[in-house]
T-cell receptor, first 110, second 114 residues
Framework: GENVEQHPSTLSVQEGDSAVIKCTYS??????FPWYKQELGKGPQLIIDIRSNVGEKKDQRIAVTLNKTAKHFSLHITETQPEDSAVYFCAAGGYQKVTFGTGTKLQVIP | KAGVTQTPRYLIKTRGQQVTLSCSPISGHRSVSWYQQTPGQGLQFLFE???????NKGNFPGRFSGRQFSNSRSEMNVSTLELGDSALYLC?????????????FGPGTRLTVT
């Protein structure tokens, strides 16, 4: 089955700096790579996703990149703000099922 | 459109008891998945239901079971509770119209086993 590794497990950045979270996956058949943000006391929220036919996708301050050859994908957050503080999960899969990484706790220091 | 709802939000049970958790998906969503979230293990997939049938299953013991009703609402049951079952149980729904598996999560049920 699919195995997803996520790094780092914790990340502290100064407000305004950029944050990068990296994930690797094992199953070359995976073609869908979503990212979730989980705030305290809430369920994970889908914030952005990328599909295998695209190498990069942006949405305001958030961008995701995908390297299918190397089987890794990354989340980039620019101009971080205190409200970006949360746990972020990557996932990989396709139809009917995705496998999640172990999460990255991001702390943005004002 | 209302999001995924889960009831109850918090639950305290004693070891050996059983528990039933409920999930109402987003209107029109036919797939419901359940996950166990613990600090050390992240999001662990329990099972997924589609059109009242279990379509996928994770690596959990048979004490964990679920079902889905004709209106797509789902329940999961844990029998003979153990201390290690203490966790946040998350339900996620998906339209599953043949495209990528976009899931939308509920707020979770926090289960504490004493």
């Amino acid at each position: 089955g699919e195995n997803v590794e996520q790094h780092p497990s914790t990340l502290s950045v100064q407000e305004g700096d950029s944050a990068v979270i990296k994930c690797t996956y094992s199953d070359s058949a995976s073609n869908y790579f979503p990212w979730y943000k989980q705030e305290l006391g809430k369920g994970p929220q889908l914030i952005i996703d990328i599909r295998s036919n695209v190498g990069e996708k942006k949405d305001q301050r958030i961008a995701v990149t995908l390297n299918k050859t190397a089987k890794h994908f990354s989340l980039h957050i620019t101009e971080t703000q205190p409200e970006d503080s949360a746990v972020y999960f990557c996932a990989a899969g396709g139809y009917q099922k995705v496998t999640f990484g172990t999460g990255t706790k991001l702390q943005v220091i004002p | 459109k209302a999001g995924v709802t889960q009831t109850p939000r918090y639950l305290i049970k004693t070891r050996g008891q059983q528990v039933t958790l409920s999930c109402s998906p987003i209107s029109g969503h036919r797939s419901v998945s359940w996950y166990q979230q613990t600090p050390g293990q992240g999001l662990q997939f329990l099972f997924e239901y589609f059109s009242e049938t279990q379509r996928n299953k994770g690596n959990f013991p048979g004490r964990f079971s679920g079902r889905q009703f004709s209106n797509s609402r789902s329940e999961m049951n844990v029998s003979t509770l153990e201390l290690g079952d203490s966790a946040l149980y998350l339900c996620a729904s998906s339209l599953d119209n043949g495209g990528p598996y976009e899931q939308y999560f509920g707020p979770g049920t926090r289960l504490t086993v004493t």
